[in-house]
């Protein structure tokens, strides 16, 4: 893609975001959220217990698309129980997860779904954010119960 195409094409993606965040019952104005690195947009939603941040950044170097990246934080680590946190974390990706994954991100699991934005159609935005979010609301509560830890909406 030209730049140019990259830019229209990430204006496009932001729009069509936003719509998903207004249907959602949410303005899109009262939750941004400075991305990571400032590079894109960003905004944080809840659903449920969890934190859900809807990303979207410029391509970086090989990517030839805007990419969007949905992403729930849901337990700080224990670290005396990390191996077995993580095999199971590992066991649940390979049960089948769709297109989300658990993950780890500065000692924090996360749940998250990540795909470039070229394609991207109002229900996919919408079912990312609602998946992403019924998952890391259903185990935030499992995982710190099996494997300690705290819920991450729970941190100040």
């Given at each position: 893609m030209s730049e140019e195409t990259i830019t229209?094409?990430?204006?496009?993606?932001v729009g069509l975001i936003?719509?998903?965040?207004?249907?959602l019952g949410v303005d899109p104005e009262a939750v941004k959220l400075d991305p990571p690195g400032g590079i894109g947009r960003g905004w944080s939603l809840m659903r449920g217990s969890a934190a859900v941040a809807v990303f979207l950044r410029n391509p970086r170097e090989g990517e030839d698309a805007p990419q969007l990246r949905v992403v729930a934080p849901i337990v700080k680590i224990d670290a005396a129980q990390e191996a077995a946190l993580f095999r199971r974390?590992?066991?649940?990706?390979?049960?089948g997860m769709g297109p989300l994954a658990f993950g780890l991100?500065?000692?924090r699991v996360v749940v998250l779904a990540e795909r470039r934005?070229?394609?991207?159609e109002p229900a996919e935005v919408e079912h990312l954010i609602q998946r992403v979010g019924a998952v890391a609301d259903h185990y935030?509560?499992?995982?710190i119960a099996r494997f300690g830890g705290q819920r991450v909406s729970d941190l100040s």
């Open positions: 229209v094409e990430f204006e496009r993606a936003e719509k998903t965040i207004r249907q974390l590992l066991e649940l990706n390979a049960q991100l500065h000692d934005s070229t394609d991207l935030d509560d499992q995982l």
